[in-house]
């Protein structure tokens, strides 16, 4: 009932600043699974390697800003310097990423996928995108629009700059 009221709601162009605790809280449910969703094509091919979801990430980012820092690529994901460095250290042990010092910077370490991690990019990233390009066929241009505006509102400051930038930091 209340996914039909939210549904009635945002057919009609009601305010939605006066949802009610049972649909804010469908909405998070809706995102969790739609998260599990969105994750399991990946997470099948990364099973294959023996990777996690971390190293998803690392390699997305990787991708999208080539040459990015290992300091950047900390910013961007939040993780520990330890934990990251796990993650690389396998990356570039099995081909996947190189690890370039710094011309300017010699402290600096430059992250770059090789033709293989961009191999194994590509397949990620193309399950994901078939999944999102199937979603937003069917919800539409307005949805997908307001999908992208709450999304962007979730984001932390700091997080909505990279992702409005490009992830482009420091090099």
């Known amino acids: 009932m209340a996914d039909r009221n939210l549904a009635n ?21 809706a995102m969790f699974f739609a ?25 997305h980012f990787i991708n999208r800003s080539p040459g990015t820092t290992v300091n950047n690529l900390l910013s961007i994901l939040g993780v520990t ?12 042990e099995d081909g996947l990423v190189d690890s370039r010092v710094g011309v300017r910077d010699k402290r600096e370490r430059h992250l770059f996928l090789t033709p293989k ?11 994901q995108r078939n999944r999102m390009r199937d979603a937003f066929r069917a919800a539409g241009p307005d949805a997908v629009s307001g999908f992208r505006a709450v999304l962007e509102q979730m984001m932390d400051p700091d997080m909505r700059r990279h992702y409005i930038d490009g992830g482009d930091g420091p090099r």
């Open 81 to 92: 310097k330890q934990s990251l460095n796990r993650v690389l250290r396998t990356l570039v």
């Open 9 to 29: 709601a945002m057919g009609r162009g009601e305010s939605l600043l006066f949802l009610t605790d049972d649909q804010l809280r469908r909405g998070i449910e």
């Open 117 to 127: 991690g961009a191999d194994l990019e590509r397949a990620l990233s193309e399950a």
């Open 35 to 59: 998260y599990r969703g969105f994750t399991a094509d990946p997470d099948r091919i990364l099973q294959e390697y023996g990777y996690g979801r971390a190293h998803h990430r690392a390699i």
